[in-house]
């Protein structure tokens, strides 16, 4: 299983796709279902990665003096 994170810059979102393949996923294949799910690939930026887990983290913004 693959899982396709895309931040989609034009429309201010995240998204993942989880892959269920036996084929061994290139860099033109994860394109083209970027493409196939309506993105513009010159306004994301994607990565695949075997754990669809999202890490998050709460922090506490201060200015330094």
Known sequence: MNTLTVLDYEEGLV???I???D???DAEDFED???DQG???DDCEWMS???????LSKI???EKH
């Open 15 to 17: 998204y993942q796709y």
């Open 19 to 21: 892959i269920e393949t």
């Open 23 to 25: 084929k061994e996923l």
């Open 33 to 35: 279902i970027m493409i």
């Open 60 to 62: 506490e913004y201060y």
């Open 49 to 55: 990665h075997a754990d669809g887990r999202i890490n």
């Open 39 to 41: 993105h513009k690939l």
